[in-house]
């Protein structure tokens, strides 16, 4: 991470929704932000205020905090009041929200509990539709802001542990680019970063996870992207420097997405099957 601000986002107001630990994307980004001086509300599920671990962000970051459940529309379009509220009209909104039932509870893909499933889809990608619906509802957004959702290349391709939450990120970007359309007529951009496997507290929640981080990383032309250089690609994104970028899936996976198969891994291979 840079060790020195240079203020790309001074004088810009935002939300940050779903900083949980220090392990998590969305803490990462929240100190990005604050180091290069934009400054925000952090939102996240009320069951989150059990930890009692928001807060240590909040006084680092000096933001307050205001709890919504994702799947809420109504506490949503509150977070969004609150936010008008305290800054006037927003320049940023990153949406770092995900949780899958059937994954946690280890349901296979084939046998998935329904009501998990429509819970999993709403909280992980309705909820930016909720989002940005309450967003324009209150005409809180700026022109030239920025939009930001986390997603992951399970999106596209099958990693079957991954099971459900492929669907979601799926749905999600697809409401990316539906939005991206009409967000542009009003000058606000809206885009996902996909990011590398990553150790956050979701991540390592998927069973297989420590041997999909190693196939990826044996891929990889640089390796994965850590959480430090995914909050400072975030900061880029939110930044008036990609103001005209929208309506994109952007790979931060070290190149993983553009990859076959690397010398390491077919090396590996060979030493496995000889």
């Not at 007529?185 to 150790?199: A, Y």
């Amino acid at each position: 991470m840079a060790s020195n601000g240079r203020q790309i986002l001074a004088g810009k107001r935002g939300i940050i929704f779903g900083a949980l630990n220090e392990s998590s994307l969305a803490w990462h980004i929240a100190e990005a932000v604050y180091r290069e001086r934009g400054r925000f509300l952090l939102s996240n599920a009320p069951v989150v205020e059990r930890a009692k671990t928001l807060g240590k962000l909040a006084e680092k970051t000096e933001s307050r905090i205001v709890w919504a459940d994702a799947s809420n529309s109504k506490a949503l379009g509150n977070v969004i009041s609150e936010a008008t509220d305290e800054f006037g009209s927003l320049d940023f909104i990153v949406h770092s929200i995900g949780m899958g039932l059937n994954v946690r509870k280890n349901r296979p893909y084939e046998d998935l509990n329904y009501e998990w499933y429509h819970k999993t889809l709403d909280i992980s990608a309705m909820s930016l539709h909720r989002i940005v619906h309450a967003a324009l509802e209150a005409d809180a957004m700026n022109e030239g802001s920025s939009i930001v959702a986390l997603s992951y290349i399970g999106a596209q391709r099958t990693f079957s542990k991954y099971s459900e939450m492929g669907d979601a990120k799926a749905l999600l970007e697809s409401i990316v680019r539906s939005f991206g359309y009409r967000l542009g007529k009003k000058g606000i951009r809206i885009n996902t970063i996909s990011q590398s496997p990553t150790r956050t507290t979701a991540g390592v929640g998927i069973k297989g996870f420590d041997a999909l981080f190693d196939y990826t990383q044996r891929i990889a032309p640089l390796g994965n992207a850590d959480a430090e250089s995914c909050a400072d690609y975030t900061v880029a994104m939110l930044s008036d420097l990609t103001r005209m970028v929208t309506m994109q899936t952007l790979f931060h996976d070290g190149g993983f997405s553009m990859m076959g198969m690397s010398d390491q891994f077919m090396a590996d291979l060979e030493s496995a099957f000889s």
